[in-house]
């Protein structure tokens, strides 16, 4: 019996991963991304303060498809057809027989947009940030402030962990270079406990830091707009800054608005735990075989949930799983909701701490200089795993 046609959007960690597992099941699979390449967002961290490099970051998805032999497209995705298995793109329409939609959410929109840089935006802004980085480190001196904002409608659409860890990376390297007296570093969020999703535990320790590290707190106040020089906020009160990084809550992608997809009120693709696309009209969802992964999803599960690379990837060898048995005639699945914790190395560039938290609550150790070269060792694991150069831990 000839396998099924797959047609996965996205080259991130939910689409790759999506890609390579499917492959591994001997399903004919072409990936669609708008990037040559697969970004490493959590090694990203490390660009600002010159401690890795854009190529480093990066691996060309090519040498990805040739390594596990799916098919790989370069281009935009403008309209979703779902029920129709047709994907329309900027330079053609492609049809397949299972859908699987990775390409990430979209940005909460802030004004003032233009007068901050993201380390979960483009890539390219990594770069940016750099070199702003450099410039008031040229210049001796500087007010810097770094954040991250929320989602009220998808509280679990927030990337807080790499804003923290950019701040105590260049706090690190102002006192590497004897110059951290000469800036003030402030941290920002509009929510009273940002990072309150890891636990109290760790609240308590990210309060410690922030006082051993003379970083400045500014918390509990909704962001108005952004500015040149700094960030106003509800009250008309500003934040000073010479540089600004923030980080956007996640919301539905554009290219959703032009589909027949189920949104959620935040504008996210609704699945069920099997992450199929839970349509509202009486078909069953299977009858379509159409599902949504990682980012592009609206996440059920806890209050304090959060979207990660890792329960991307979870999702996606779900999926991988959950289309074979489909394929086969077989009623097993498997879902993400039992898998969802929070779990990372918060790295701080001279140590880090490991965070997790999950349904019987949080913990944060603190792991000095060990951490940030576990954190290395992980970079090194993930590029050449991708690349099928060394074996696969299981669950990683």
């Not at 935009?76 to 027989?97: D, F, L, P, T």
């Not at 941290?187 to 922030?210: C, H, S």
């Not at 799983?321 to 914790?341: P, Q, T, V, W």
């Amino acid at each position: 019996m000839q396998k099924k046609k797959i047609l996965i959007l996205g080259g991130g960690f939910a689409g790759v991963e999506a890609a390579i597992f499917l492959r591994k099941k001997g399903y004919a699979v072409t990936l669609i991304s708008d990037r040559e390449y697969f970004w490493i967002y959590p090694t990203s961290i490390w660009i600002p303060t010159g401690e890795a490099t854009f190529e480093e970051t990066s691996i060309p998805l090519k040498d990805i498809s040739n390594a596990h032999g799916f098919e790989l497209i370069i281009d935009e995705v403008k309209e979703i057809h779902s029920r129709e298995h047709r994907v329309v793109c900027a330079n053609g329409e492609y049809r397949c027989e299972y859908l699987v939609i990775a390409i990430g959410s979209g940005k909460v929109k802030h004004e003032g947009s233009e007068h901050f840089l993201s380390i979960c935006g483009k890539p390219e802004e990594a770069l940016q940030i750099k070199e702003r980085i450099d410039a008031l480190i040229e210049k001796g001196s500087g007010k810097i402030a770094m954040g991250f904002g929320g989602n009220a409608k998808d509280p679990s659409n927030v990337r807080g962990g790499p804003a923290f860890e950019v701040l105590f990376n260049v706090h690190n390297e102002l006192k590497k270079k004897g110059i951290r007296d000469r800036f003030e570093l402030t941290f920002f969020a509009p929510m009273e406990k940002p990072g309150a999703r890891m636990g109290e535990q760790a609240l308590k320790m990210m309060d410690m830091f922030f006082k051993k590290l003379d970083i400045h707190k500014h918390f509990g106040k909704k962001i108005k707009r952004f500015e040149p020089d700094g960030v106003v906020f509800e009250d008309d009160s500003k934040l000073e800054s010479d540089f600004t990084m923030f980080i956007p809550a996640g919301n539905g992608h554009p290219v959703f608005r032009n589909s027949d997809l189920p949104l959620s009120e935040a504008g996210l693709i609704k699945i069920n735990d099997y992450c199929e696309v839970m349509h509202n009209y009486d078909e069953t969802p299977e009858k379509y075989n159409v599902f949504a992964i990682g980012d592009s999803v609206a996440l059920d599960g806890p209050d304090w949930r959060a979207k990660q690379g890792h329960i991307a990837e979870v999702m996606a060898r779900n999926v991988a799983f959950n289309i074979d048995a489909i394929a086969k005639g077989s009623e097993e699945r498997k879902g993400y909701l039992e898998h969802l914790n929070i779990l990372c190395v918060m790295d701080s560039g001279d140590g880090a701490a490991f965070v997790y938290r999950d349904n019987k609550g949080g913990k944060m150790i603190p792991m000095p200089i060990i951490g940030h070269w576990l954190k290395k060792g992980w970079g090194w694991y993930c590029r050449n795993s991708k690349l099928g150069k060394i074996p696969r831990i299981p669950g990683m």
